[in-house]
């Protein structure tokens, strides 16, 4: 990763990523009406919410939350920015760790019930899919003895073919990540549950705003990991990637609007279990073929 | 039409509601009415709502918390009372512990009426409050919104005492 490419790689990733979020926000939400057999709200419904949260009234119950979610947001964007310019994998995955660090403690900073117990079930979340992430990014360097995620457009065939159990594993943090039921546990985009809003309770206008568009970059960011094991060294890999990615994208809302939420002792229980099945397997299956 | 009228985010609060018309109220985000069409969304939380649907007369346990999930709505944001109960007390008007509709303990915006109120109607008023929104959006943006001042005493002998007066003043009226 040079210089000039991580600035390129900001500028495109800061500028594209919350529109093709927002657009892919848009399209879950009509995929999710629809599924419920409803006509579901405008494709553009989630760029209004936000367009409406900012001119709200601002509501903070201290001075110091906003600062932390913006903190999370620029780390959010600056790990995209890493990824899509070709970087190391480990760096970003440890600068998307540190975000999601300083969303949990704007949350505990509020001292309110409802925002701490979701702060906890957040740390919960971190728990479950931590060893996942760590575990792809080992497995990636032993498949290509780098940890640089540029390489893999000049592989000869994609990375799931070497790696398929882990892509298995990814798809099910993915849902973690992506803040999917049945793992939607801190807080989730349905109407009314027991937490008020989990972690975002306390949160309100522009600072609410700021947690919705850095979803749209995270999503985007981790359906670029989808993307990380679909491609290979051609511009035709860029189909077959795109046509992958959509297909999770579906999935992921399918699995949504199928699956109640678990307790988060299953939820960690089965995300370890995943984990060091999928990748332990795939990691002695790597050394065994050589 | 701003964005303010294009994603009402509601509160949906029960005040003494027989619960008729609270399942008209989620009878709306069902695939019948389907309010998401107008980019309404139910939320729980009254920090992330701008429009406070309330169900239900107001006594004097109930009055005080109406006040406060008001008071931490940021502005712009629309009341609605749905059901005549919200609307004027409706039948429990009369009762010792009933202070009446919700406008006694908060400013309304909409009246939606009906017993219970019907799906459609509650529609509609969401529809009207959107325009209060967003005359409220714009009187926050030109710093010209007034915040609304709660009564302080919310109490139902105070009610007793005002229709007591009324019906002294009627009888006298009538006897003459």
Redesign the interface.
């Given at each position: 990763m040079t210089g000039l490419s991580f600035v390129f790689s900001l500028v495109g990733f800061g500028v594209l990523a919350p529109v093709i979020g927002c657009l892919l926000a848009g399209i879950d939400?009509k995929l999710t009406?629809r599924l419920?057999?409803?006509?579901?709200?405008?494709l553009l419904?989630p760029?209004?919410?936000v367009?409406?949260l900012i001119?709200?009234?601002?509501?903070q119950v201290n001075s110091y939350q906003a600062f932390y979610v913006c903190m999370s947001l620029v780390l959010a964007v600056l790990a995209g920015a890493f990824f899509f310019a070709g970087g190391n994998f480990l760096l970003v995955v440890f600068v998307l760790t540190l975000s999601t660090l300083f969303f949990i403690i704007a949350a505990y900073s509020t001292r309110s019930p409802y925002a701490e117990l979701g702060a906890e079930r957040e740390i919960a979340q971190v728990m479950s899919y931590e060893p996942m992430v760590i575990l792809i990014s080992i497995a990636f360097y032993f498949a290509l003895r780098t940890f640089d995620t540029g390489v893999v457009f000049s592989l000869d065939r994609p990375l799931i073919l070497s790696l398929p159990l882990v892509f298995v594993g990814l798809l099910f943090i993915l849902t973690i990540k992506l803040r999917k039921s049945p793992f939607d546990l801190s807080y989730s985009h349905h109407?009314?549950?027991e937490l008020?809003?989990g972690i975002?309770?306390?949160?309100?206008?522009r600072t609410?705003a700021m947690v919705e568009v850095m979803h749209w970059y995270e999503s985007i960011l981790f359906l670029g990991w989808v993307g990380l094991f679909l491609v290979w060294g051609s511009w035709f890999a860029l189909i077959p990637a795109i046509i992958g990615i959509s297909a999770v994208y579906f999935l992921e809302v399918f699995i949504d609007n199928n699956f109640a939420r678990v307790k988060w002792q299953s939820m960690l229980k089965w995300s370890w279990v995943v984990t060091l099945v999928c990748c332990s397997l795939n990691i002695v299956l790597l050394y065994w073929l050589g | 039409m701003?964005?303010?009228a294009?994603?009402p985010?509601i509160i949906h609060y029960d005040a003494s509601s027989c619960n008729g018309c609270d399942i008209e109220v989620l009878a709306c985000?069902t695939?019948l009415y389907?309010v998401?069409?107008?980019?309404i969304?139910?939320?729980?939380?009254p920090?992330?709502a701008?429009i406070f649907l309330v169900t239900g007369s107001v006594n004097e346990r109930n009055g005080s918390v109406l006040q406060q999930i008001y008071s931490?709505m940021?502005?712009?944001k629309v009341v609605i009372a749905c059901g005549v109960c919200a609307c004027t007390g409706g039948i429990f008007r009369e009762c010792y512990n009933t202070l009446g509709g919700i406008d006694k303990a908060i400013p309304v915006d909409v009246y939606a009426p009906g017993c219970a109120v019907r799906p459609e109607a509650i529609i509609d008023a969401v529809v009207v409050g959107l325009g209060v929104l967003e005359q409220k959006?714009v009187s926050?943006?030109s710093g010209t919104l007034e915040e609304a001042s709660l009564p302080s005493r919310l109490t139902a002998a105070d009610k007793m005492v005002a229709d007591q007066t009324v019906r002294a003043s009627a009888l006298a009226e009538t006897i003459g």
């Open positions: 939400r009406a419920q057999g409803r006509v579901g709200p405008p419904q760029w209004y919410d367009r409406k001119v709200k009234q601002s509501a109407a009314h549950q008020v809003k975002t309770t306390e949160m309100s206008g609410l | 701003s964005a303010t294009k994603s985010w985000l695939p389907d998401e069409r107008f980019g969304i139910n939320t729980g939380n920090k992330h701008d931490q940021p502005e712009p959006r926050l943006a």
